[in-house]
């Protein structure tokens, strides 16, 4: 399995335009969560998905965020409009379940964003 | 509420030496514990993890670490560090709702 793979690899913005990131889970996982790394917060989680549901998004900064998953196996976190505060690392993780236990989050390459 | 310190923001330590990485821990209950370690442009690989059992677990790249519930630690040791482990590492505590929280990460580096 290529793992999980997000695109694009970096971006490079300007404030006001909107921004999508986008994630492809390991086949045959369940769950799909996008996390937010800075050097302020480090890294924190923004939302995450069960077969394509949002179960929770307390995460999500505010309302310019927006997450959809419309299949298995692809998901886009959307920023509109972005700010120069929204600059990050963007992961997506999967995993088959959400049992601590026995279910690992496998993490993609991440995505850099830059807003100027 | 949960949550995970590393105490240490970087750590510098020459190649062969030995490796401590700490990490304390806030849960209400017996805590999932994990170590990931990412490298430069990478994403976030899981190392080893701690639910139940044995208090010493081994991971992989020849880490190790020790879950202390007296001192809610979980620290992270290595007996030989390889130039290859140079990159940030990161303990993280599972919530019973299978959402994990991260500590602020500790950036390794090391001396030839």
């Known amino acids: 399995d290529a793992g999980v793979i997000q695109s694009p690899r970096h971006e490079v913005t300007e404030m006001g335009q909107e921004v999508t990131l986008r994630c492809k889970p390991i086949?045959?996982?369940?769950?799909l969560f996008w996390y937010r790394q800075t050097m302020m917060r480090g890294l924190e989680l923004l939302i995450y998905?069960?077969?394509?549901?949002?179960?929770?998004d307390s995460g999500m900064p505010e309302d310019r965020f927006s997450a959809k998953m419309p299949n298995a196996s692809f998901s886009t976190l959307k920023i509109q409009p972005s700010e120069p505060r929204d600059s990050a690392v963007y992961f997506c993780?999967?995993?088959?379940?959400?049992?601590?236990?026995?279910?690992?989050?496998?993490f993609g390459p991440g995505t850099r964003l830059t807003v100027l | 509420a949960q949550s995970v310190t590393q105490p240490d923001i970087h750590i510098t330590v020459s190649e062969g030496a030995s490796l401590e990485l700490r990490c304390n821990y806030s849960?209400?209950?017996?805590?999932?514990l994990f170590w990931y370690v990412q490298s430069p442009g990478q994403g976030l690989q899981l190392l080893l993890k701690y639910f139940s059992g044995d208090t010493l677990v081994q991971g992989i790249k020849g880490f190790e670490a020790e879950f202390k519930r007296s001192q809610s630690s979980f620290n992270l040791r290595k007996p030989s560090v390889h130039w290859s482990d140079a990159a940030e590492y990161f303990c993280?505590?599972?919530?019973?709702?299978?959402?994990?929280?991260f500590g602020q990460g500790t950036t390794l580096q090391v001396k030839p």
């Open positions: 993780a999967s995993s088959i379940g959400t049992s601590l236990s026995t279910d690992t989050q496998y």
């Open positions: 086949s045959g996982h369940d769950y």
């Open positions: 849960y209400g209950a017996t805590p999932y």
């Open positions: 998905f069960n077969n394509n549901v949002p179960i929770d």
């Open positions: 993280a505590v599972g919530s019973n709702t299978g959402k994990l929280i």
